[in-house]
């Protein structure tokens, strides 16, 4: 199983975005290359970067070492509309940023299915994932948001995934661009209802994401959730 990554980033967003509080350019910039390098070591074979700022994450240099890594790099980028942005909010920038990326990316014409990492972040147990889902034959995989001491929201976890190319453009683009997070109505809500309504519910182990939050500028706490770990609640294929 040939494994593509589409990693989300915007380096530099506007200021006055909601629920974002990680605003440093320098800090997102190198926290994002930080998480593609883990990304690359954990044998990732093709890597997709799309920034919705028109940065690019990577220098000629660091891409020609990912390929003699066997890593292939695609960036690809493009200005988004800040007065836009900063009404509807990150999750709606996130569901444009994933449209581009299937319109006009190389490495993701040819496949089927692809994994979407938001940037900062990487998966620690990738590997235990991708053999889970190539056993399996599952073209689609979501989780549950769950985050410890928080209540459970019906919400999706949208930081990682791993789904069809169809899937995406005729079910979650739509409910991303639903997404008004000044009026509190957020990506994550409008997915998990678009994922209850053509997926099936079932439970797998959870992924184990290590990096930074943008809308706090932390680090994403690293606590076991028990029983969770290995029996978390998930949407497949329908």
Not at 57 to 73: A, F, N, P
Request: aromatic share 10%; glycine share 6%; with cysteine.
């Amino acid at each position: 199983m040939t494994s593509t990554v589409l990693i989300t980033t915007a380096t530099s967003p506007p200021a006055g975005v909601p629920f974002l509080n990680m605003t440093n350019t320098t800090a997102r910039y190198l926290t994002a290359k930080a998480a593609l390098f883990f990304w690359a070591g954990q044998g990732v074979e093709r890597i997709v970067v799309a920034d919705a700022t028109g940065q690019c994450l990577l220098t000629d240099e660091e891409i020609i070492l990912l390929k003699s890594m066997h890593v292939e790099v695609e960036q690809i980028h493009y200005q988004q509309d800040e007065d836009l942005i900063k009404l509807k909010g990150k999750g709606y920038g996130e569901g444009l940023l994933i449209q581009l990326a299937l319109e006009k990316s190389v490495l993701l014409k040819d496949q089927t299915s692809f994994f979407k990492c938001t940037g900062k972040i990487y998966c620690r147990n990738f590997d235990e994932i991708r053999q889970l889902i190539e056993n399996n034959h599952v073209t689609n995989l979501f989780w549950r948001h769950l985050q410890p001491n928080s209540e459970l929201r019906p919400w999706a976890d949208l930081r990682f995934f791993y789904a069809a190319k169809d899937f995406c453009t005729n079910h979650l683009i739509p409910a991303y661009l639903k997404t008004e997070d000044r009026k509190l109505e957020v990506a994550e809500q409008f997915c998990f209802d678009a994922l209850q309504a053509n997926l099936v519910e079932a439970k797998t182990i959870r992924p184990l994401l290590s990096g930074f939050a943008g809308w706090t500028g932390k680090l994403y706490s690293d606590v076991t959730l028990g029983e969770l770990d290995t029996s978390c609640p998930c949407w497949v294929n329908a």
